[in-house]
């Protein structure tokens, strides 16, 4: 087979986004996924961040299968008994199209049809086993006895990525630079979602919680509404779960989760259609290997470019990002007949200069600050804790607001020199 421009493999988002780009330009591209259809293998919590993305990725998502525009945010603290929620909603998140909850198996699925009638071959149920090489520079992949040469290989086969391992791209492995999430998809009536979520047609919900969803651990809980699904997850630290006595697994706290008193009612009736689990990047920025080698590109997850802050976990627009930044180097240096690390180079160069890599060199410090039980154990307890006692009205007198607030916060130990040492790192993060 004579060498084709660019085979990219894995059909996520990252790398259907950058055959998006390479088709536009031209480029024979082939991609290649392990799963039945691209999408199936896919795990996301559910929510797409589009402004990031708006000026690269409009064209591509027009008329995209997105679940519902959210627009009302939710937070909860869970403590062990009860628990604190912010409900936040606004004009803005009405009006604006910031974000969408998305289910990866038809998001996928639909862009890859998008991209075979463009013309790009887009090959199922392909599992890429190794690289090619040719002077020290990778001139393609091996699938059992298949072989594509191909003057770059874009490697955007996700987290834990195989292929930027065997290029020697990527940092070992260290259970503390990821993240394991658990996620169901619940089949729930579309006007029983609305009324349950107190949202209207096309409306939905993103609902995010932290402390006893985790045991104490780093990670938290989400909860997005679809379009007639709820999606509903567990995302827990791998380094902080390997060290928890007593051990727990990510499936348990699911399903002690889904028993919740503030789930049960929104859950009653909704039946589980579909049940994942899916490894996250938790490192950050201090977590990405080389973005490119002689011959080859990482994009999205594979290149580590996700941002897991324990609830919210931002890796879609990194992935349609990086995949269409990947792919205008490439259409460089194809110009320059150059295909080396220095003819790619620019790939690194253009992330800098955008949202990807500024916002994860903005959070650097966010892993590290997280990494502290103090923010899935002590404060989801406390907070819960101090708002019950606030509220409790019982046949002793209760005496001033004030002073039961100022004694029930020192009680509670969040007047501390520890804790306030807490509160003033926040700046440095
Ligand atoms: C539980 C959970 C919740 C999340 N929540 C959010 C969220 O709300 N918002 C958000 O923006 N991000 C979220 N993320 C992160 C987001 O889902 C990822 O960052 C994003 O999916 C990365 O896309 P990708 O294209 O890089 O990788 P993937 O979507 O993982 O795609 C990689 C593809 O490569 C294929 N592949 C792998 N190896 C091979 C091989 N050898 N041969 C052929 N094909 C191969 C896979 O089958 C897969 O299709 C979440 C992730 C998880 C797990």
Same mark, same amino acid.
């Given at each position: 087979?004579?060498?084709?421009?660019?085979?990219?493999?894995?059909?996520?988002?990252?790398?259907?986004?950058?055959? =998006?780009?390479?088709?536009? #330009?031209?480029?024979?591209?082939?991609?290649?996924?392990?799963?039945?259809? @691209?999408?199936?293998?896919?795990?996301?919590?559910?929510?797409?961040?589009?402004?990031?993305?708006?000026?690269?990725?409009?064209?591509?998502?027009?008329?995209?299968?997105?679940?519902?525009?959210?627009?009302? !945010?939710?937070?909860?603290?869970?403590? *062990?008994? +009860?628990?604190?929620?912010?409900?936040?909603? *606004?004009?803005?998140?009405? +009006?604006?199209?910031?974000?969408?909850?998305?289910?990866?198996?038809?998001?996928?699925? =639909?862009?890859?049809?998008?991209?075979?009638?463009?013309?790009?071959?887009?090959?199922?149920?392909?599992?890429?086993?190794?690289?090619?090489?040719? +002077?020290?520079?990778?001139?393609?992949?091996?699938?059992?006895? !298949?072989?594509?040469?191909?003057?770059?290989?874009?490697?955007?086969?996700?987290? %834990? *990525?195989?292929?930027?391992?065997?290029?020697?791209?990527?940092?070992?492995?260290?259970?503390?630079?990821?993240?394991?999430?658990?996620?169901?998809?619940?089949?729930?009536?579309?006007?029983?979602?609305?009324?349950?979520?107190?949202?209207?047609?096309?409306?939905?919900?993103? #609902?995010?919680?932290?402390?006893?969803?985790?045991?104490?651990?780093?990670?938290?809980?989400?909860?997005?509404?679809?379009?007639?699904?709820?999606?509903?997850?567990?995302? @827990?630290?791998?380094?902080?779960?390997?060290?928890?006595? /007593?051990?727990?697994?990510?499936?348990?706290?699911?399903?002690?989760?889904?028993?919740?008193?503030?789930?049960?009612?929104?859950?009653?009736?909704?039946?589980?259609? !579909?049940?994942? @689990?899916?490894?996250? $990047?938790?490192?950050?920025?201090?977590?990405?290997?080389?973005?490119?080698? +002689?011959?080859?590109?990482?994009?999205?997850?594979?290149?580590?470019?996700?941002?897991?802050?324990?609830?919210?976990?931002?890796?879609?627009?990194?992935?349609?990002?990086?995949?269409?930044?990947?792919?205008?180097?490439?259409?460089?240096?194809?110009?320059?007949?150059?295909?080396?690390?220095?003819?790619?180079?620019?790939?690194?160069?253009?992330?800098?200069?955008?949202?990807?890599?500024?916002? %994860?060199?903005?959070?650097?410090?966010? $892993?590290?600050?997280?990494?502290?039980? *103090?923010?899935?154990?002590?404060? /989801?307890?406390?907070?819960?804790?101090?708002?019950?006692?606030?509220?409790?009205?019982?046949?002793? $007198?209760?005496?001033? /607001?004030?002073?039961?607030? =100022?004694?029930?916060?020192?009680?509670?130990?969040?007047?501390?020199?520890?804790?306030?040492?807490?509160?003033?790192?926040?700046?440095?993060?």
């Amino acid at each position: 087979m004579d060498r084709i421009d660019v085979v990219i493999v894995g059909a996520g988002l990252a790398g259907l986004s950058c055959a =998006w780009v390479l088709s536009g #330009h031209g480029l024979q591209v082939i991609v290649v996924e392990r799963g039945d259809f @691209a999408g199936s293998k896919n795990v996301t919590g559910g929510r797409l961040y589009l402004k990031p993305i708006n000026a690269m990725g409009s064209e591509m998502l027009d008329g995209a299968p997105f679940e519902r525009k959210v627009v009302r !945010e939710r937070w909860s603290l869970l403590g *062990s008994a +009860n628990s604190v929620s912010i409900d936040h909603t *606004s004009d803005r998140f009405r +009006n604006e199209d910031h974000s969408y909850t998305v289910l990866r198996a038809r998001l996928d699925r =639909w862009l890859s049809e998008r991209l075979m009638a463009r013309g790009v071959f887009v090959i199922p149920k392909y599992r890429v086993d190794d690289l090619l090489w040719e +002077n020290g520079a990778v001139a393609g992949i091996r699938a059992g006895a !298949e072989e594509i040469p191909a003057h770059v290989v874009v490697a955007a086969d996700g987290v %834990l *990525s195989f292929m930027g391992r065997k290029a020697g791209l990527l940092p070992p492995l260290s259970p503390k630079a990821y993240a394991v999430g658990m996620k169901e998809v619940l089949e729930l009536p579309e006007e029983k979602i609305n009324d349950r979520f107190n949202v209207g047609d096309g409306e939905g919900v993103a #609902h995010l919680f932290l402390g006893d969803v985790t045991k104490g651990v780093f990670g938290g809980g989400f909860l997005y509404t679809n379009r007639d699904t709820l999606s509903l997850g567990v995302v @827990a630290g791998i380094g902080a779960m390997m060290g928890r006595v /007593p051990a727990l697994d990510a499936s348990t706290l699911l399903e002690m989760f889904k028993e919740r008193y503030e789930l049960r009612r929104l859950l009653d009736g909704a039946k589980t259609v !579909e049940y994942s @689990a899916h490894v996250i $990047p938790e490192a950050g920025y201090d977590g990405i290997g080389k973005l490119c080698g +002689n011959g080859i590109l990482l994009a999205g997850d594979a290149a580590g470019l996700a941002l897991n802050m324990g609830v919210t976990v931002r890796g879609m627009e990194f992935a349609i990002a990086s995949g269409m930044t990947a792919a205008e180097a490439i259409v460089e240096a194809k110009a320059s007949g150059d295909y080396s690390e220095k003819g790619l180079t620019r790939y690194g160069e253009r992330l800098r200069e955008s949202f990807v890599l500024k916002d %994860l060199e903005a959070s650097r410090r966010v $892993p590290g600050y997280l990494d502290n039980d *103090s923010f899935f154990s002590y404060y /989801p307890e406390t907070f819960p804790g101090l708002v019950e006692k606030m509220m409790w009205f019982d046949e002793n $007198p209760k005496g001033s /607001p004030g002073k039961t607030l =100022w004694k029930e916060l020192r009680s509670s130990g969040m007047l501390s020199v520890k804790r306030l040492i807490e509160l003033y790192r926040i700046r440095n993060i």
